[in-house]
Structure formats: C-alpha cells, structure tokens
C-alpha cells in the first residue's frame, strides 16, 4: 500500500481513567469517519501525566498490557477496520511496571508492545520513580496497513532509537508523547524548546528516509503549573511537515503519508548506503575518554 492515512488524537486528559478512555474512543471514531487507517493516541492517555510528582497512589493507575483497555480498543479497531496504538502504564508484576505501547491491528488483533527504553528524571517528569527501563529491544509491527515503528516521548531525543527502527524495516515511525512547558518560563525559552523537540524528530526522518508521526497531549496540569504544549505534527521521509498541530487545542487530524517517498529519498540521499558500519563501535561506550 503506497498511501496510507493517519489519525492523530490530540486530547487533555482529567483525572476519571474511563472519561479518557471513552473519550479517545469517540475519537478514534471520527478520525476512522475521516477515512484513518492506523489512528495514534498520545502518551498515557488514560489518565493526568501522574509523574509530575512522586506519590505511590499513583501505581494504582496501571494495568496489565494486554488488559481490559486493549480488550476495549480490539473492539473498536475491529469494528472500524483502524490500527491503534495506544500507550499505557503497564504492570508487568507486582512492584514492576513499565511506560508501555500496545499495537493493535485493524482485525482487533493484539500484535505486541513496546516498552520504552529511554526514562527521563526531570523536574516534573519523574518517570525514574514509576518506570522500569524497556527490555524488549526496539520493535516494529506488520500492521495491516503498514510495518511501523514505535517509540515513547523521551526516546524521540536518541537517534541510536530511530536508526535502529528504521533498519529494522519500520515504514513509519510513531512517538506517543507527553511534554510540556513549565508555566513560568519566557516565552522565547518555550520556542526554543518546541523547536527542538520538533526538528530532532524530523532530523530522525531525514537520516533514515521515513515519515515521523508525533502526537502530543494539550493542556494545564499540575494545577496549571505545566502546560502540555500540543504541536502534533507529521513529517514525510525528506523532513517536510505534513501537518502541525496547535499549541492549545484538543484536535484530531487525518493525515496522508505516500509511503512510495521513502524510496525516492534513499535514493537522492543514500545515508543508509554509505553508512560506515565498521567504525560505529564507539557509540556503545557511555562517554569516549581520552587515554
């Protein structure tokens, strides 16, 4: 399939665990209306971005994966022919638990999960507190209507992530996000901050001659002391956007990916050919010291 149409669902969140779910729902539906065949969620979409602080109640957000939310999310992909993929805070065993994303294919098939590998440790983004490191490697899905990659938020900084997906054979390459600004900082500190996050994912689609689909979550949280700064967008195999979302509103979108690109751009730009895998050792060592 050389064309393929993406939904994004770019939502707030409250506190009420089924009012998420039911909500994401009622969007899937209208991004499968408008014609989505593989629909992205955004970063624990089931409930508030609980790792603002360190508060052991909030385990009792998890669940397993596959669960009762994936059992729900078979449905409705069965039912509207529409892949979904959907991060959710995974207990894996008592005492260990994981920030995980489900695949689901259009037949309501479960097809597997990612779990993140990257766990950020910032102020207001305390996910070292609730989350175990992935151990499953980097994954790709053979969807039904396209072999993707998934990845989580803080993965999306790591070429080493996006590189490894694409040669693994992933089409396109999705990033469930959850990040924000603080609300006291300037103006021109924000910029610079989306700036960033939004060209090193698109960088990742350049150096590896595939679309990048982001979808962040909007709004005030931590009594408005963090503002999920939205900005979902799509990026095609050369970088271009696609599709950019606001900064403020809930959306959700339908965007169209010739997945034909990704040939033509290998092609003119063949990173991938002149790739020197003889000389890349170095990049497993955490720091390469002078003797």
Not at 18 to 43: M, P, S, Y
Not at 188 to 197: G, P
Not at 220 to 238: H, L, R, Y
Not at 259 to 271: A, C, G, I, V
């Amino acid at each position: 399939m050389s064309n393929v149409k993406i939904g994004l669902v770019q939502m707030s969140c409250v506190a009420d665990k089924q009012a998420n779910l039911d909500k994401a729902i009622r969007e899937i539906r209208v991004a499968a209306k408008n014609g989505a065949q593989i629909v992205c969620l955004q970063e624990l979409f089931t409930s508030l971005y609980f790792c603002d602080v360190e508060d052991y109640e909030n385990f009792e957000l998890a669940e397993a994966v596959p669960g009762k939310t994936t059992a729900n999310l078979s449905e409705i992909a069965a039912e509207l022919n529409v892949v979904i993929i959907a991060s959710l805070f995974e207990k894996r065993a008592e005492g260990l638990y994981h920030n995980t994303t489900a695949v689901i294919d259009a037949d309501g098939k479960y097809l597997g999960k990612y779990r993140k590998m990257h766990i950020p440790d910032d102020p207001a983004f305390y996910e070292k507190f609730y989350f175990t490191p992935g151990d499953l490697g980097y994954k790709v899905f053979n969807t039904k209507f396209a072999k993707i990659g998934v990845l989580i938020c803080w993965d999306q900084w790591y070429p080493e992530a996006s590189r490894i997906t694409a040669l693994m054979g992933a089409e396109i390459m999705f990033y469930p996000t959850a990040i924000g600004w603080a609300t006291n900082q300037d103006e021109a500190t924000n910029k610079d901050q989306y700036d960033s996050w939004q060209i090193i994912q698109r960088s990742h689609a350049v150096a590896n001659g595939v679309p990048v689909v982001s979808v962040n979550r909007v709004g005030f949280e931590q009594d408005g002391a963090m503002k999920f700064w939205g900005g979902s967008f799509v990026a095609n195999a050369q970088g271009k956007l696609l599709h950019l979302g606001s900064h403020d509103n809930e959306e959700t979108s339908v965007v169209a990916i010739n997945l034909k690109e990704s040939n033509f751009f290998r092609m003119h730009w063949p990173f991938l050919r002149d790739r020197r895998i003889d000389s890349y050792q170095p990049i497993t060592k955490r720091f390469i010291d002078e003797d």
